[in-house]
């Protein structure tokens, strides 16, 4: 492990994931055999990780340098969006609506405020993130309830019309919150996801679809939002932790919903596995 990723470690590893760590571990190594002109050790995009940036900008990266407010990446490629793209978003980015001011990392499995960012060239291509506190996790027992729904979204009638709290609740949260269409709602269109956007453009890619809608799901949970122009910010998912892993297994839809399997840690430092029917309005 390299100095600079040690002592953050050291000072308090509980906050970086395994995949973060393990992406460091890679680099490092890589470095040490770069050092020692090792050619058996290839700078692979195996350590890179997803890096978004705004609503529209998926950039494959790595970690170079990591504080508790500053980020620094290597660009690898872009995933969704050209590079032209990026220039434009950074050129523009204090005019930006502040809904757009965001930065998601796949690996750490977190999402911060941006505060700003910049370019740098130095033997390679480097994203400079300045980024605000990260905001704490909520108790999932501790939220409101919710009428029941059924599987196919509608209000549950089986035993007649109950109400839900809790987990159970924050379950179903999970479900409504990603089958939200991102721009469906006019007077606040920064709302909702992009599950359907990918699903149209990207069904037939099991691996990527997984990785965005993980990236999703983070976002969700810690990345406040407007519910309405006039009120204050609040996020989606304020109770989830940290997404373990996000899969699928079919892209056939279910009640014009994708089944997706999640392993999370909820707030309440527990953790659940599962299958999260989510709406998918699909391109005919």
């Excluded at 978003?89 to 757009?100: A, K, V, W």
Aim: hydrophobic share 40%; charged share 25%.
């Amino acid at each position: 492990m390299c100095k600079d990723h040690g002592t953050l470690i050291d000072s308090d590893y509980t906050i970086y994931s395994i995949d973060t760590l393990r992406q460091w571990k890679q680099e490092a190594e890589y470095k040490a055999a770069e050092t020692l002109r090792d050619p058996s050790v290839e700078k692979v995009a195996q350590s890179a990780t997803f890096l978004q940036l705004g609503d529209d900008l998926m950039i494959d990266v790595r970690w170079s340098i990591v504080d508790s407010n500053k980020w620094m990446f290597e660009l690898v490629g872009m995933v969704i969006g050209e590079i032209s793209h990026l220039d434009q978003y950074i050129l523009e980015f204090n005019n930006l609506n502040e809904h757009e001011k965001f930065a998601v990392i796949e690996s750490q499995g977190d999402a911060r405020k941006l505060l700003s960012i910049s370019l740098k060239q130095d033997n390679g291509t480097f994203l400079d993130l300045s980024v605000a506190d990260k905001l704490p996790v909520e108790d999932p027992n501790h939220i409101g309830s919710d009428l029941r729904l059924g599987p196919d979204g509608d209000l549950c009638f089986e035993n007649g019309i109950t109400r839900i709290s809790g987990k159970e609740a924050a379950i179903q949260r999970l479900s409504t919150s990603m089958g939200l269409i991102k721009g469906e709602i006019e007077e606040s269109p920064w709302l909702g996801s992009k599950v359907s956007s990918y699903y149209n453009q990207y069904h037939n890619q099991f691996e990527l679809m997984a990785r965005l809608i993980k990236m999703e799901f983070i976002r969700l949970s810690l990345i406040p939002m407007k519910n309405h122009i006039l009120s204050g910010e609040s996020r989606s998912l304020p109770f989830v932790k940290r997404f373990v892993q996000v899969s699928i297994q079919s892209m056939q839809l279910v009640h014009s919903r994708l089944q997706i399997d999640v392993e999370l840690e909820w707030g309440d430092d527990t953790e659940w596995k599962g299958t999260i029917p989510v709406f998918v309005l699909k391109e005919t």
